[in-house]
């Protein structure tokens, strides 16, 4: 009973500790966003338990071990996970060198991973806090909070069941949310693993849809009323839609002209700010994709600036492949009321 109640208030600490710096963080923008992930290990374990009396020994302190968690992306840097493990046995031996017992490990908790490098592409975007599925090579580190559960058939007690979890690792992921981890964790200061295994990650990848009322063609047209004392009449302004070439972001003469037309139309409104949102067609990694049009739409932004509109009235976004339907290689530029 003692140590359930410990492990109650080993988790609720942990998920206080882990949770209030994570709050501050912008969320997801969806549920689609975060994503499930469940992973498993086997590894090599080093237990060495501590012995006050002179006639026990510990004569193999080196095991087979294994872990099993389920944890939540909650952002692209940071996760949690709650786990088990099991660190195998340490031997205990008589002063005389002859097995006499063994004192047994497992580990439960909770704890915080956190990304700081990730191989797969990072773009600044509406969604730059949803996660990714872990593409390519990333380097993490762990804190947590753990509770020890020993067993021995010898007289045993520990100094405390709670302890701090640190770890380090770094882990392999592919498209399909598969992933591979090699990890060093330290579960106290008699007991810490060095594991190898796999992860799986559940859940949509996060994709950017379109704005609603977005027509797709050669232009939109929009009307918007007066604003301030120098507009008297509306501005009926065809807006333009740029078009690129796959896998460029490269503005053309054509699209050079479309622009200059379209400064001279807006430059005086200067109350009006705009949305500039980049596309990328589907069919490449949808985060090649979101890089892409990212650099598209500051492609379009940056000219729109050398020709004289403030950056306050400019919002750049690379928004992927948009929906998947009628999405094109392309940069629109919308009046944002």
Known sequence: MR?????TAAILSVAVTVTAPLLAAPAAKTADDARWFVSGSVGYSMVEPASDCDCYRITDD????????????????FSVEGYYADLGEAEVSNIGNQPIGH???RDYGVTALAYFYNQSPQPPSPYYYAP?????????????????????NLPLERDSDLHLLIGAGAEYGWRDGFGVRLEYTAYDEDAAMLTVGLVKRFGQRPTAAPAAGVRYGPTVTTTTPPRGEHDRAPLRVTMPVIEFRPGSDQLDAG????????VEAVARFFKLRFDIKGYAVA???????LRLSLARAERVKNYLLAKGISPR???SQGLGSGDGHGAGDRVEISIRY
């Open 255 to 262: 699209a050079k002209r479309q622009l200059d037309r379209f």
């Open 132 to 152: 990714i599925p872990r593409q390519g090579f990333s380097l993490y580190g762990r804190i947590g909070i753990g509770a020890m559960d020993n067993s021995s």
């Open 3 to 7: 140590n359930t109640l410990r492990a």
């Open 62 to 77: 080196r095991d087979a071990g294994f872990m099993l968690a389920v944890g939540y992306d909650l952002t692209r840097y």
């Open 313 to 315: 009235r400019l919002n």
């Open 283 to 289: 069919g490449r990694d949808e985060y090649d994709n």
């Open 103 to 105: 004192v047994g490990y």
